[in-house]
């Protein structure tokens, strides 16, 4: 093999190595063709100009032939040409085996197959993927935005998500073209990678996204549970009405006021009151939708987990929607200490104050409740359970094990909601609790 190719390949390893794929085009004409005075190689990749300046700090950026960049590595000029083809109509051309630079080599030289006359030439690198640059103030695909939007339909949200996170509008043509394909949206693009891209919108611009999806309909394929919400109408203490796809989104925009960056805790915002729909009803004229935090939680866990979110994450945010009102009636010192005995009462608090501020409502209860967190006699962090390991493992046999300490701490938070309030009441959850669990 000759040097120009050994270095070929130590290249193309180079960025594999790096999480993207590379490979030496067409390797046998590439030989025949080699100029050994001047040699020049054609490489594909699918690595972006970034990345490779950042792995081969001498990479030029070039547009000619095909090619978005080139490096001179001992000798040999490489030329880098995109690797990405997911928009060939077959599926053998998804692999590019000629360049117009080895074509006009190769015809020099008398030497062009015939079969090979006509060469796939792979299309000029697109580092902005369809869309035109962002500098202008607002998010254009470029050319027949139909046309951009059938060759890749995650373009659709990709702008959207451009829109939320960057506070530009969408283009007139290219919204128009999104709400023309919201049906096919879902039909040629995974909810996995709905999902990937709705991942990277930030906490304090997803009602923004969220109020863009529905706009342009995509909201109403994708989440028909939250869309329908705009259809259920309520009235403020002033008598101003509002939906309740309305309220959700202001509840959203509110919450990261208070905890920015929180992408979970505005998620459960989304699904606060996503259960109120399969609660409604009317009584003495007036609508009330009893127990929709329960019912939310399990209607949010139904579409959390066709999302394909993991258990983890929709436990927290079940777990958010179905707590949501807890801090919304006045406390007593129980309830306030069965109340910071939940993991999550932070959040809890500021979705209270949120759905507050969205429809302008009192701030009583809530003002009494944080008044009596503030004077809660004893801290979280201050407090010790009643009884200790070594007493633990005595009351129990056990020997010294991680189950102590999952013993240990649930009889901390049983302390902290006033579920146990003295020793003997401590000994018989303990037992209890280790008769409940298996643990053992």
Request: include cysteine; charged fraction near 25%; charge should be negative.
């Amino acid at each position: 093999m000759a040097q120009p190719f050994k270095d070929a390949t130590a290249i193309c390893k180079t960025i594999m190595r790096n999480g993207y794929d590379a490979y030496v085009i067409n390797a046998v004409l590439q030989e025949k063709a080699l100029d050994k005075a001047a040699p020049e190689l054609d490489l594909a990749t699918d690595a972006p100009l970034t990345e490779l300046q950042k792995l081969f700090p001498d990479t030029e950026t070039v547009d000619a032939g095909g090619s978005y960049a080139r490096v001179l590595q001992n000798g040999t000029l490489f030329h880098f040409h995109p690797a990405d083809t997911a928009d060939a109509s077959h599926p053998e051309e998804t692999v590019a085996r000629l360049t117009s630079r080895l074509v006009a080599r190769l015809d020099a030289l008398g030497i062009l197959p015939p079969h090979q006359a006509c060469p796939y030439l792979p299309h000029q690198f697109d580092v902005h993927d369809g869309f035109a640059d962002l500098a202008s103030g607002e998010v254009r695909l470029i050319g027949i935005a139909d046309e951009a939007l059938r060759q890749n339909y995650l373009r659709a949200v990709r702008a959207l998500r451009f829109s939320a996170n960057y506070n530009i509008p969408v283009e007139a043509n290219t919204f128009m073209a999104i709400l023309r394909a919201s049906r096919r949206i879902l039909d040629y693009v995974s909810v996995k990678d709905v999902m990937d891209e709705w991942r990277k919108v930030e906490a304090e611009n997803m009602a923004t996204f969220v109020e863009l999806l529905y706009d342009t309909m995509i909201l109403h394929w994708f989440l028909p549970e939250v869309a329908t919400l705009a259809r259920i109408k309520q009235k403020t203490e002033e008598g101003v009405e509002y939906t309740l796809f309305e309220q959700t989104l202001a509840v959203m925009r509110h919450y990261p006021e208070e905890l920015p960056y929180d992408w979970y805790g505005t998620l459960a915002c989304l699904f606060h009151d996503v259960g109120k729909l399969h609660t409604a009803e009317y009584a003495s004229g007036d609508l009330h939708f009893f127990q929709h935090h329960q019912v939310g939680a399990k209607v949010a866990r139904k579409i959390l987990s066709r999302l394909g979110f993991p258990p983890d994450e929709t436990d927290l945010v079940c777990n958010l929607v179905r707590n949501h009102m807890r801090f919304h009636f006045m406390l007593t010192d129980r309830g306030i200490r069965r109340f910071k005995a939940l993991d999550q009462y932070p959040r809890l608090i500021e979705m209270a104050r949120a759905d507050i501020k969205a429809v302008s409502g009192t701030y009583k209860e809530f003002n009494h409740n944080m008044k009596m967190l503030e004077r809660t006699e004893t801290p979280e962090e201050m407090l010790e359970p009643l009884l200790n390991g070594a007493q633990i493992m005595q009351l129990l046999g056990l020997k010294p094990g991680p189950a102590v300490g999952l013993i240990r701490d649930a009889l901390l938070k049983a302390q902290i909601s006033g579920d146990v309030t003295g020793l003997p009441e401590a000994e018989a959850f303990v037992r209890a609790y280790w008769d409940k669990q298996e643990l053992h």
